[in-house]
Nanobody
Framework: QVQLVESGGGSVQAGGSLRLSCAASGYTYSNYCMAWFRQAPGKGREAVARIEADQWTYYSDSVKGRFTVSRDNAKNTLYLQMNGLKPEDTAMYYC?????????????????WGQGTQVAVSS
């Protein structure tokens, strides 16, 4: 049974940092594209960052230069280091897995999802 479990969310002031983690189990983690999405209240789900099996990374323009996605295949864990947080980063953050080595943009391309971890940034 595939499981993705996020952790590391919380409340911070603008300019602060958080590190999200996503522990994966139940599949061959190292072979799959992994991604972070977020959803703010009243808004659609937004792709934030993704990392392919060979470590290629992609970021949305809204987080480029502030967020860093990484993966530890030995630990089956995905990370999102978030620096320079802004109030507009406030959202529920989800990790997701796509059953291919290469990533796609749309959330419909991702098969497995975690339950999410809440990030709140105050001004």
């Amino acid at each position: 049974q595939v499981q993705l479990v996020e952790s590391g969310g919380g409340s911070v002031q603008a300019g602060g940092s958080l590190r999200l983690s996503c522990a994966a189990s139940g599949y061959t983690y190292s072979n799959y594209c992994m991604a972070w999405f977020r959803q703010a209240p009243g808004k659609g789900r937004e792709a934030v960052a993704r990392i392919e099996a060979d470590q290629w990374t992609y970021y949305s323009d809204s987080v480029k230069g502030r967020f860093t996605v990484s993966r530890d295949n030995a630990k089956n864990t995905l990370y999102l280091q978030m620096n320079g947080l802004k109030p507009e980063d406030t959202a529920m953050y989800y990790c997701a897995a796509r059953r291919y080595r290469y990533c796609a943009v749309g959330d419909g391309e991702y098969t497995y999802w975690g339950q999410g971890t809440q990030v709140a940034v105050s001004s």
